[in-house]
Nanobody, 122 residues
Framework: QVQLVESGGGLVQAGGSLRVSCAAS????????MGWFRQAPGKEREFVAA????????YFANSVEGRFTISRDNAKNTVYLQMNSLKPEDTAVYYC???????????????WGQGTQVTVSS
């Protein structure tokens, strides 16, 4: 079992930056591929970014490529999502998730946090 707790969401103006964090507890954090997803009102949850176990490989949705970065600190059991050049369409609840297999689909992830709200004003 892995428990995930997100933090760092908030309100930011368009063009601004924000970093959200996800602290993990429970089973060995380093065994999991970590991902970030988001869900806007009335829309399905969508893939944002993922990072492999060592942190050496990262993957992004086309909509955030070049603006967002994902990183992890296995010593601190924490994964981060740095969001730059934010747009109003980035407004959503952001969730972190842990997966044994990795991937871009929600079904590939075994554990989820409760989410943190990110709001980008125009």
């Amino acid at each position: 079992q892995v428990q995930l707790v997100e933090s760092g969401g908030g309100l930011v103006q368009a063009g601004g930056s924000l970093r959200v964090s996800c602290a993990a507890s429970g089973r060995a954090f380093y065994n999991y591929v970590m991902g970030w997803f988001r869900q806007a009102p009335g829309k399905e949850r969508e893939f944002v970014a993922a990072i492999n176990r060592s942190g050496g490989s990262t993957y992004f949705a086309n909509s955030v490529e070049g603006r967002f970065t994902i990183s992890r600190d296995n010593a601190k059991n924490t994964v981060y999502l740095q969001m730059n050049s934010l747009k109003p369409e980035d407004t959503a609840v952001y969730y972190c998730a842990a997966s044994i297999t990795g991937g871009r689909s929600t079904g590939s992830y075994n554990y989820w946090g409760q989410g943190t709200q990110v709001t980008v004003s125009s």
